[in-house]
């Protein structure tokens, strides 16, 4: 690819390419100041306002328990740099708990109750859920007994009473949560608005393609009892979010025609109504 032009008054003296995603280029840049610091380039695709709308809920944190957005020009976001180690490095050097805890301290922080205005340009909840609501109207004219028809069912029932409302993250699991010289900070937003339990539910998906972990019912149990503390909710509550999350991201992966995540993402979603039906 050719050099990135990054804008001139942020006098990036040098800079690397960490990674390319399907969404977007990340740089790891040193500032005149030597300061490092991550500038996130947002492609052009059919759906980067989801990316571009993570700019308004960096804005509206500030810091905190979320990365820093320094500045954001065009497309290009100048960003806080978050350190390398992430959440899921954790499981593996301590415990699968031990990450579990600090993830429910971050979000806990994360979703603490505040009086600033609420950024217009958040998506709000209903509107994330439209392709698992797409899936399940499809899949009745088939095969009513669906995965997808009930978790649409319990999806309706949920937004259409949504309780705590807040400012969401919308994507927070193992690899988003960073240790940075500030401690831990989540990055990457999709800024949505909606009911806090939203926003721990992609845990319980992660790490993906370990599914000793998250299809193991008791280790959902735990996880549900954790933030459930942290939050303040029913962990019934928290499951049925992190339910129809997981048929909601099953749903996505059906349509891009990934079988194989798909079959992953329903098995974990069966897995936490499993757990919700045993223990709560």
Not at 120 to 133: G, I, K, N, T, Y
Not at 144 to 172: C, K, W
Not at 221 to 231: I, Q, R, T
Request: proline letters at 4%; glycine letters at 4%.
């Amino acid at each position: 690819m050719s050099a990135p032009a990054f804008p001139k008054d942020w006098t990036i003296q040098e800079h690397a390419l960490l990674a390319e995603t399907f969404s977007s280029f990340i740089w790891k840049v040193r500032l005149l100041n030597d300061k490092i610091a991550i500038v996130k380039e947002i492609k052009i695709f059919d759906d980067d306002e989801d990316e571009l709308r993570g700019s308004h809920y960096l804005r509206w944190h500030n810091g905190g328990a979320c990365v820093r957005l320094l500045d954001f020009q065009g497309r290009q976001m100048l960003l806080e740099y978050a350190g390398e180690k992430t959440l899921k490095q954790v499981i593996t050097e301590q415990s699968d708990s031990n990450a579990t805890a600090i993830a429910a301290e971050v979000i806990k922080d994360l979703l603490a109750r505040s009086d600033k205005p609420v950024p217009a340009q958040l998506q709000p909840l209903c509107d994330r859920f439209q392709s698992l609501f797409e899936k399940a109207r499809s899949d009745y004219l088939s095969k009513p007994d669906s995965f997808y028809v009930e978790a649409a069912t319990m999806a309706e029932r949920l937004l259409g009473n949504q309780q705590n409302l807040r400012v969401l993250h919308g994507d927070i699991h193992h690899e988003n949560i960073m240790l940075s010289k500030r401690g831990w900070l989540v990055i990457d937003p999709k800024g949505l608005y909606g009911d806090m339990a939203f926003d721990v539910a992609n845990m319980f998906s992660n790490p993906l393609h370990q599914t000793d972990l998250t299809a193991d019912p008791k280790r959902i149990a735990n996880m549900a009892e954790c933030f459930a503390k942290a939050l303040k909710q029913s962990p019934r509550h928290i499951l049925d979010y992190a339910m129809i999350y997981g048929a909601l991201s099953a749903s996505w992966h059906a349509e891009d025609g990934n079988d194989a995540d798909e079959a992953e993402e329903l098995m974990v979603a069966s897995a936490i109504l499993d757990s919700r039906n045993r223990y709560f």
